[in-house]
């Protein structure tokens, strides 16, 4: 079974400038998620996508985070303008099951430099 | 205070020694995970807890609870066991698929 498809793995850019992610969840996985890891910390939780809706955008800062799984299966995060404060690896994460005790699978992530 | 704690920050064993890493939290929970991070950024997922204990070759997973605490052990460790060891739980009653997660257990096995 492939896993969860993220790219680029790497990218650097300079503040003010726009940058966007994408993820290819495992097949069938209807459940879908973006977190931002700051080195150092944990994960944080993004958005939650479930097909192609919104569950939980709680904590996305949406003056310049963006993110659409328009047809229920791929995804992409975008940032705009990118700050210094946004350096972090964004983990995107696919679930089969939207309930207590999923296991959540995730990709190798898109580590994000700002200068 | 972070909701999930995990201890120690950092970890340095020698190749075969037996590891401990803890994990305790605040909140009542549904479920509890153990990951494993990688340099590079891409994570693993080892268990998924919600009473007792878990094996998984070297790997042991348990939890009590009653007293919000968990911890993974790794019998025989290994240089390759070298990772980033997260704690997160799922609470219970919240958001479906919001985990909080712990800020990680850095272990290094020096062979």
């Known amino acids: 079974e492939a896993g969860v498809a993220q790219s680029p793995r790497y990218k650097i850019i300079e503040k003010r400038q726009s940058v966007a992610f994408w993820c290819n969840p495992i097949s069938g996985h209807a459940t879908l998620y973006w977190y931002q890891q700051i080195l150092g910390q944990g994960p944080k939780l993004l958005i939650q996508?479930?097909?192609?809706?919104?569950?939980?955008d709680s904590q996305l800062p949406k003056d310049r985070f963006s993110a659409e799984r328009l047809k229920g299966v791929d995804s992409t995060l975008k940032i705009q303008p990118a700050k210094l404060e946004d350096s972090a690896v964004y983990l995107c994460?696919?679930?089969?099951?939207?309930?207590?005790?999923?296991?959540?699978?995730f990709g190798p992530g898109t580590r994000l430099l700002v200068l | 205070k972070n909701e999930v704690e995990q201890s120690p920050q950092n970890l340095t064993a020698q190749e075969g020694e037996f590891i401990t890493i803890n994990c305790s939290y605040s909140?009542?929970?549904?479920?509890l995970h153990w990951l494993q991070q990688h340099p590079g950024g891409g994570i693993v997922s080892l268990f998924m807890?919600?009473?007792g204990k878990k094996k998984h070759g070297r790997l042991i997973a348990t939890i009590n609870i009653q007293e919000k605490h968990s911890s993974l052990h790794i019998t025989a460790s290994h240089p390759r066991d070298s990772a980033v060891y997260i704690c997160?739980?799922?609470?219970?009653?919240?958001?479906?698929?919001?985990?909080?997660f712990g800020k990680g257990t850095k272990l290094s096995v020096k062979p």
């Open positions: 997160a739980v799922r609470r219970y009653g919240g958001s479906q698929g919001n985990l909080i």
């Open positions: 807890l919600s009473s």
């Open positions: 909140v009542g929970i549904s479920a």
């Open positions: 994460a696919s679930s089969s099951i939207q309930g207590f005790g999923e296991t959540q699978y």
């Open positions: 996508f479930q097909n192609n809706g919104v569950v939980d």
